[in-house]
T-cell receptor, first 113, second 115 residues
Framework: QKEVEQNSGPLSVPEGAIASLNCTYSDRGSQSFFWYRQYSGKSPELIMFIYSNGDKEDGRFTAQLNKASQYVSLLIRDSQPSDSATYLCAVNDRGSTLGRLYFGRGTQLTVWP | EAQVTQNPRYLITVTGKKLTVTCSQNMNHEYMSWYRQDPGLGLRQIYYSMNVEVTDKGDVPEGYKVSRKEKRNFPLILESPSPNQTSLYFC??????????????FGPGTRLTVT
């Protein structure tokens, strides 16, 4: 059974701060990694994916991948109240296409004004 | 409008009564998948399909069946529902197959209660 572990949270940060979300995975053969955001009562939406070691930046979001240590993190800079949501980490067993996906249990983030 | 639709959105049923939750996408996506979401457990993949007539088990396939006879439809079948299948179900699709594309488009969800 492949495991994906996330800080259960909840994580609470003030507006303007950096929110740091962490995820570890058990399978060294994992190929690609995703962060989804899910607002309460809504469907998940993809915000970042990464498949190479290092950092990937998109606006206020930075995904960091360290395959040797088997962790992937998401940093949200200048956090806004609209970032308040549950963040799901997911791991894919394939490199160039989606296949079987393993999700963590999610970290609930609250950004207070 | 490009979208993934699921029907029904809400369903209350009784143990053992066969049911089908439909999923349809109008984006010509190759990849489709079903998930269930339970409090404190995150999303768990039930089945996925890389293309027509190709389906594979996910994390929790027991008690579920799927079929992919057409590219746009991917129904989820519960032959004999049990209370432990009470959950929120999401269908998703992705254009995977046309290059590296990981965007999954999720349907609105189906809340199923089995009594």
């Amino acid at each position: 059974q492949k495991e994906v572990e996330q800080n259960s949270g909840p994580l609470s940060v003030p507006e303007g701060a950096i929110a740091s979300l962490n995820c570890t995975y058990s399978d060294r053969g994992s190929q690609s990694f995703f962060w989804y955001r899910q607002y309460s009562g809504k469907s998940p939406e993809l915000i970042m994916f990464i498949y190479s070691n290092g950092d990937k930046e998109d606006g206020r979001f930075t995904a960091q991948l360290n395959k040797a240590s088997q962790y992937v993190s998401l940093l949200i800079r200048d956090s806004q109240p609209s970032d308040s949501a549950t963040y799901l980490c997911a791991v894919n067993d394939r490199g160039s296409t989606l296949g079987r996906l393993y999700f963590g249990r999610g970290t609930q983030l609250t950004v207070w004004p | 409008e490009a979208q993934v639709t699921q029907n029904p959105r809400y369903l209350i049923t009784v143990t053992g009564k066969k049911l089908t939750v439909t999923c349809s996408q109008n984006m010509n996506h190759e990849y489709m998948s079903w998930y269930r979401q339970d409090p404190g457990l995150g999303l768990r993949q039930i089945y996925y399909s890389m293309n027509v007539e190709v389906t594979d088990k996910g994390d929790v396939p027991e008690g579920y069946k799927v079929s992919r006879k057409e590219k746009r439809n991917f129904p989820l079948i519960l032959e004999s529902p049990s209370p432990n299948q009470t959950s929120l179900y999401f269908c998703a699709s992705s254009p995977t197959g046309t290059g590296i594309s990981y965007e999954q488009y999720f349907g609105p969800g189906t809340r199923l209660t089995v009594t």
